[in-house]
């Protein structure tokens, strides 16, 4: 018998708290530096508690990565407790975790523990996380697991419209849209996280439009291939997630549909008003 695998991520992957406790995922949190103020993503601040206070800051935050000690941890008491352990983490394009994670496995020596960079963030690389977690839990062990989690990235995307491109300018996260904005007052951009960083797709006139169009390039995307997941995901905006993943759910008919907030450190990138809808079809 294989040694059971244990599944580590990082906050970004925005992953419902329900499935976490149901796969026992370990979620290594991000960083939020608030003026002198540093909060552990989604445990010393919750997305609601982050935009009421976003909206009269004076100060806008930032982000870092866990620290590489945190990973030596989590991974370290994994192990002692007897799983493998593989980690899928974040773009290493759009953050330094993945690096940060590589570092911890170097000093844990010749420890079972594997690396996956999944070359995206949110729920996109929520469902490689749970991909591998579903096959680990049918007895799969380290290299299969991990063998599944980068096959699921031919399978996934995540599609979004910002209300602003600021966030993701100020933030160094901006891409290929980086274009769009001077112009982003008059648009409403469609972006999608591809090759690891955020790229522009289309732009439209209104924010309707915007939400309805998502739905659609995903419904474009994943029509004929089963089983469909989708998540919708939002920044403070969770009445507009629901009604594009109603939407495409109509067309899709898929196997899981969920809805989840973003969490601080993607909201400080992303801003107020983003939703997305990540998917992953045909595996």
Known sequence: MPRPVALVTDSTASLPRNLVEKYRIRVAPQTLVWGEETFRDGVDITPREFYRRLATA???????????????????????????????????????????????????????????????TAMELGFHVLAAARASEEGAALAECKAIAEKAQEHTGVILTVNTLEFLHRGGRIGGASRWFGTALRIKPILEVREGIVQPLEKVRTRRKAVARVAEIVVERTGGHTPVRLAGLHANAEEDARWMLEQASRQLNPVEALVSDVSPVVGTHVGPGTVALAYMAGM
């Open 58 to 120: 004076k100060v806008l935050p930032t982000s870092t990565q866990p620290q590489v000690v945190e990973f030596v941890n989590i991974f370290r008491e994994l192990i002692e407790n007897g799983y493998d352990v593989l980690a899928v983490v974040i773009s290493s394009k759009l953050s330094g975790t993945y690096q940060a994670a590589m570092q911890a496995k170097e000093e844990l020596g010749s420890a079972p523990i594997e690396i996956v960079d999944s070359h995206t």
